[in-house]
């Protein structure tokens, strides 16, 4: 809907300005009946949009460029073609400047429930006519796309990846593997193939000398290329790692397009200490915004919900509230299709892990029963979990209220931190280092030392606190990510950048005569 109306806006600006009187000073872009130098920085913005992921067809780069080259070289156009020229050239850049700033479609199409701050709609009349006033039309376009570090570096690997395109090394498939697998040490006819893809994407440093086996410099080479792309990092060539080494470079630019898109979305720096966490990446980072400068204080693994049957939404709210030893109560969903059949196969499962009923007027029944598991059917009694190491939630649980009842915790089994693909959870976040955590979110409190915080999640007595500072908590999705100077790909997890894909193909259709005469 956004999109739409923004597109109303834009035939609306392109009327307008093409009535405009000839032989007045009202035509942006021309000048004497001839367009101005400032057209030729406009024209090249437009047709640079690739190198910000953004397809130069949607702006009719190349007519645009093709019709001015002929006003300017041929006869002069009359004052009719000029007005039709200022306004179909101040349309695309208008439409040029919204999908810079706020992205091409509207995230909801992608992500139910899924509410981004808009930009404050900008006066695309006044800033371009104060462009060309100043003759500075290329600076103030380029001035205007997203200044997140991560834009400017995903930009530069997408400048990257686009050389590769034709790169020699994909121009054959690596053949097929010895048995399932190449193990270190063994030999591999496609080991000069292989060397060769591993050094254009900067795995395997150039000149390296190749090796009769699979060991060595290739060996360390691969598992940079594996850490790279959400593999375990084991030297082993198997079908999950041979998979991603034929991943075609253009369908890595196409990734790194959508990923793109959603920094346009992101509200990352809204305030001065955020969470961020990125779902396909199982990563939590905390943060800090000085001077326009982002300061990562934390980085911690998380674990996300299950990609085939609970996935974790996407969404920012501010964080309120901390719970020590938290209760859990298990949502109605899980008591049905979970815990009440695995109470009605193993009754002893119940105080094992510490479950109790609360009835509808907040009395609490310690005892197993089934007329109290029909009460829970009913919706009448629900199930939660006391304190203790058997808790779901861990000893620690940080609030965001959100109408999908996510939030961040801990877990009894950290053992699952170390898998490397990481959606087991029914929606919710756990987070590997809640302590760290629990430190950066009280950090202006001086009494929330390392020791109370641990007192306060040994306790088994739930205490729950206000922040006096909220912090803002962000659940992101980018299948992407640079981090120091070095880019990482991960799976689609939700399958979102497909979702993404497809509908940014269908609003460049959709786009009809709004900016192609």
Known sequence: MLRKCFQCLVLLLAFTAGAA????DEFLWFAGGRPTADVREAVHVLSSGAEQGLDPRDYDASGLDRRLQQALQGPPPGAAEQAQLDSQLTAAVALYLADLQDGRVDPRLIHANFEVPRHVPLDTDAFLRDAVRRHRVGDALREA???LPMYASLRATLARYRLLADHPAWQAALPSLPGRKLAPGQ??????LLARRLEALGDLPAGTALPERFQGALLAALQAFQERHGLAPDGVLGPA?????????AARVRQIELALERLRWTPFLQAPR???????????????VADGQVHVKLTMKVIVGKALATRTPLFDEDMRLIEFSPYWNVPPSIARKEVVPRLKRDPAYFEREGFEFVTAGGAVVTTLAPEHLDAVLAGRWRIRQRPGPKNALGDIKFVFPNQENIYLHHTPAPQLFERERRD????????????ALARFVLQD??????????EAMANRESNTIRLDQPVPVLIAYNTVVVKGGRVFFYPDLYGHDRLLDTALRERSAGLGPVNRP
């Open 21 to 24: 009187p000839a032989g007045t």
């Open 145 to 147: 796309e997203p200044r």
């Open 187 to 192: 030999t591999y006819a496609g080991l000069p």
């Open 241 to 249: 790692t041979l998979q991603q080494l034929n991943v075609p470079p």
């Open 274 to 288: 955020m969470i961020a966490v990125n779902v396909p990446e199982f990563v939590l980072r905390a943060y800090e």
């Open 424 to 435: 087991f959870s029914h929606g919710c976040i756990r987070v590997e280092a809640p302590v």
């Open 445 to 454: 409190d001086p009494a929330w030392t390392e020791e109370r915080i641990r």
